[in-house]
């Protein structure tokens, strides 16, 4: 119990700061949603960072990493560190500027006045709220198996679960976005730490990274893990794609709107890509090494492979302590919750008349309320998929793939006059067809899933190899269908604008200022 307790305590320490953000809050909803727009630079990097690494990051991650090898990392965190602060960059900057101008606390606002229509807004409001529960989910997931192993099973999984859903919960409901935004910046210092300091220790214990790496190469069942045999080719290219997911993502969106200056977005370009260097490295190695030391794990169960390495190869206080930082990371997930919260507010409440009648003081605890009823509905969701799911799968297929697909509009959105709100929701209605399609075919084709290092199987015979079943997800042609949403959503965006009537020459003058149209901050420049 020793490194449960030590994470308890840590987690003490979380609730404490998030109840010392309520004691500054000022009660106003600009407060409660966005920390009054008031985030300096550090702290916004590394809220945005801390943000978009969750469980998946840490836990999901090592979990592939155990079943697919090392390029686990080219996969995701080489094309992220190039493709996330570029988006920032292009996107996020213009988000701010839009939001500090116009008022907009979520990007629905900014839609709905961009395409002259509410409708839109609220189905692209309840399309993105219902992607972001897996995302929500997967914090519960993350921390029920932290703390189950940790623990060696005296705190089960659905306790587990259900602490971390009681703490986050808590620290949101009284801190709103400043106490989400300070526990952010102390969980990403302390879970950027973790992965140097268990790659030392773990590495150290079983002989060093050069005879562990030599065991591993030696051993032909695992050898291939030390290459990208396990990853195709298309597979590899496709998953380029899901990185467009991270400006779409509403926390991350809503984030942006929280920096006090354009300034800050510098330091989060320049030091996004080092930050995910330090996390993904030491956590896909160490998916490697306990492929090697503990084989044969289904999936779903691989999830916590770093846990089982840190509770047999460090000391418990020192486990318990990496064990808090790996929380650090699952509890990632409160930005999500306060983005759900934000976005009811602001784009259902209060539009539909509710801060007009009831005033703003009531529309804040609507948007506290709303927060008790997503972690409820998460936590139900975490208990009902444990171990059928993993962490890394149920993010790629249900969060990340939707979202990606959904950049082409906020693209649109930015830098395209002629895009309308006709074109918007084709595309958005090209993403909820094509994630019912991918939940659908996923289901009838679990009985074809090949075992690892098998080869796909084509799921109908009769139309060859278009929809392919690997030992986890659905293909097309062998390309992660990420790809093909993305390519369907720019296809729909564009034709169905052009062929409808442009927006309004008001609204266009609006976004588009004929003297600096899509200006980019100048301050970025230099």
């Not at 493709?83 to 606390?105: A, D, E, Q, V």
């Not at 986050?168 to 140097?196: D, E, K, P, S």
């Not at 939707?402 to 993403?431: D, E």
């Not at 720019?490 to 604008?497: D, E, N, Y």
Request: aromatic letters at 14%; glycine letters at 10%; a positive charge.
């Amino acid at each position: 119990m020793i490194p449960a307790i030590v994470v308890f305590i840590y987690l003490a320490i979380i609730l404490y700061v998030g109840m010392f953000a309520f004691r500054r809050s000022t009660g106003s909803k600009e407060d409660f949603f966005l920390a009054s727009r008031s985030l300096g630079p550090w702290v916004f990097l590394l809220t945005v960072f801390g943000t978009n690494m969750t469980a998946f990051a840490i836990l999901g991650s090592s979990g592939l990493a155990y079943q697919r090898g090392i390029g686990v990392y080219g996969l995701m965190a080489s094309s992220s560190g190039l493709i996330i602060p570029l988006t920032i960059f292009l996107i996020g900057t213009r988000l701010w500027s839009l939001g500090k101008k116009h008022g907009y606390m979520t990007q629905v606002q900014y839609f709905r006045d961009r395409w002259e229509c509410d409708a839109i807004g609220t189905v692209i409001f309840a399309v993105t709220a219902l992607m972001m529960i897996p995302y929500v989910v997967i914090g519960m997931m993350g921390g029920g198996h932290t703390l189950d192993s940790l623990s060696g099973g005296w705190v089960p999984y659905w306790l587990g679960g259900a602490i971390v859903a009681v703490v986050v919960m808590l620290y949101v409901f009284f801190g709103g976005m400043r106490g989400v935004a300070w526990v952010n910046a102390l969980q990403t210092v302390l879970f950027l730490c973790f992965g140097a300091i268990a790659f030392y220790l773990i590495s150290r214990n079983l002989g060093g990274y050069d005879r562990i790496m030599a065991e591993i190469a030696a051993d032909p069942k695992d050898s291939a893990l030390l290459t990208r045999a396990r990853i195709s080719p298309q597979e590899f290219f496709s998953y380029t794609f899901i990185p467009l997911s991270a400006m779409m993502f509403p926390h991350m969106a809503i984030m942006c709107m929280t920096a006090e200056k354009v300034t800050s977005f510098k330091r989060t370009v320049v030091w996004y890509p080092i930050c995910i260097l330090l996390i993904w490295l030491p956590s896909v190695y160490l998916g490697v090494v306990a492929a090697h030391q503990f084989p044969g794990l289904k999936l779903g169960e691989s999830d916590d492979v770093i846990l089982r390495l840190l509770s047999e190869n460090t000391d418990v206080v020192v486990a318990g302590i990496l064990g808090a930082a790996i929380m650090a990371c699952v509890m990632a997930t409160d930005s999500q919750i306060m983005a759900l919260s934000t976005m009811f507010s602001q784009d259902v409440f209060a539009h539909y008349g509710g801060a007009k009648k009831y005033g703003e003081n009531v529309q804040v605890w609507m948007g506290r309320a709303f927060v008790i009823v997503i972690a409820i509905v998460s936590y139900l969701l975490a208990l009902a998929l444990e171990g059928q799911k993993s962490i890394f799968d149920l993010a790629i297929r249900f969060g990340f793939s939707g979202f990606a697909a959904l950049a082409p509009i906020m693209l649109a959105a930015l830098f395209w006059r002629r895009s309308n709100k006709w074109g918007a929701l084709a595309a958005v209605l090209w993403v909820v067809f094509s994630m019912v399609l991918l939940w659908w075919l996923q289901l009838y084709s679990n009985g074809l899933a090949p075992k690892p290092g098998q080869p796909p199987v084509p799921i109908f015979a009769g139309l060859g190899g278009l929809f392919l079943r690997t030992p986890m997800n659905v293909t097309i042609f062998g390309y992660m269908p990420v790809m093909f949403m993305c390519l369907g959503s720019a296809f729909w965006m564009a034709l169905v604008s052009l062929l409808t009537p442009a927006p309004s020459r008001p609204t266009i003058d609006k976004f588009f200022p004929p003297s600096i149209a899509t200006p980019l901050p100048a301050t970025l420049m230099h």
